[in-house]
């Protein structure tokens, strides 16, 4: 399997634990991309060696690195330039690679996801679920509508978990230059969450929804899902969800009073990579 990951030195713990919860509760053999501006050689090296300690040898970091890939496009301390990446990985992966699946760092891997990584696209290019709270929904869309011009927008997609149709992509002769387009042209408030803003408009007619609660559970919003179905509750999400998201501003690998009922679920994790980690920086 493929696996794609783009950031900045700043998110590459979360994404040490994201990879140990990988490889801890999945068997399969992956390649490891991670598309990035300028993360060092030296840190690259190390998480070239943390993935192989964790995998067993059985798997590998690529790392691609990209100059100027998106000048002057709109960024913040939370939303940086690499998360456009996703979003035109294709002009630089492998022309093999059919398919891949991009992940945020800020995730946990709990359970086996090959079921989404063998999906039909059926001629669209992405798989995505939206977060289904009304507040999210029903503001963004409108929000986008209003932005874009556009009244076909009826669904608002998170971007942190997709299965992109990368030969689809690259048979696209509009992909790359609508991209830029919306980035350069777009309104202020159509980019309040840059990446996923311009997925939702640009790509809106091209995403195929899937399972929110499988592969895109919002780890703040456990009450949520359980007052809409009493079924799910830990246990079902501890056998069934493949991804749990940690979604929003406050993060549990630098929030020390980060609260939840996933926060010693995520502690586990962290501790874990933070030692192996350590264990390969005093080799």
């Not at 991670?34 to 030296?42: R, T, V, Y």
């Not at 780890?219 to 359980?226: E, G, M, N, Q």
């Not at 056998?239 to 749990?244: E, G």
Request: glycine share 2%; hydrophobic share 40%.
């Amino acid at each position: 399997m493929n696996i794609l990951i783009s950031c900045d030195e700043n998110y590459l713990r979360p994404l040490r634990v994201m990879l140990v919860s990988l490889f801890e509760n999945t068997k399969n053999k992956y390649n490891i991309y991670l598309i990035h501006k300028n993360i060092s050689d030296k840190k690259i090296e190390k998480l070239e060696d943390f993935v192989e300690n964790i995998s067993d040898n059985k798997s590998k970091l690529i790392s691609i690195k990209v100059d100027a890939l998106f000048m002057g496009a709109k960024t913040t301390f939370y939303y940086t330039e690499e998360m456009y990446y996703r979003l035109l990985a294709y002009k630089y992966l492998p022309e093999n690679l059919g398919k891949i699946l991009y992940l945020d760092p800020d995730i946990l891997v709990l359970n086996s996801f090959e079921k989404l990584y063998n999906i039909d696209f059926k001629d669209n290019l992405f798989a995505a679920a939206t977060h289904s709270a009304p507040a999210v929904q029903g503001a963004n869309v409108t929000r986008l509508s209003l932005s874009s011009g556009y009244d076909d927008i009826s669904n608002y997609f998170n971007s942190g978990i997709l299965m992109i149709n990368l030969n689809l992509a690259r048979e696209s002769e509009n992909y790359e230059r609508e991209v830029k387009k919306y980035i350069e042209e777009s309104k202020s408030f159509g980019l309040l969450m840059p990446d996923q803003d311009l997925l939702n408009v640009v790509f809106r007619n091209n995403i195929i929804s899937i399972s929110e609660l499988e592969y895109n559970y919002d780890a703040r919003k456990f009450l949520f899902y359980k007052l809409k179905n009493k079924s799910w509750d830990l246990s079902y999400v501890m056998d069934n969800t493949k991804f749990l998201h940690f979604c929003g501003k406050r993060k549990p690998w630098f929030d020390e009073e980060y609260i939840g009922i996933f926060a010693s679920l995520y502690k586990y994790f962290l501790k874990k990579a933070d030692r192996i980690y350590k264990n390969i920086e005093d080799m």
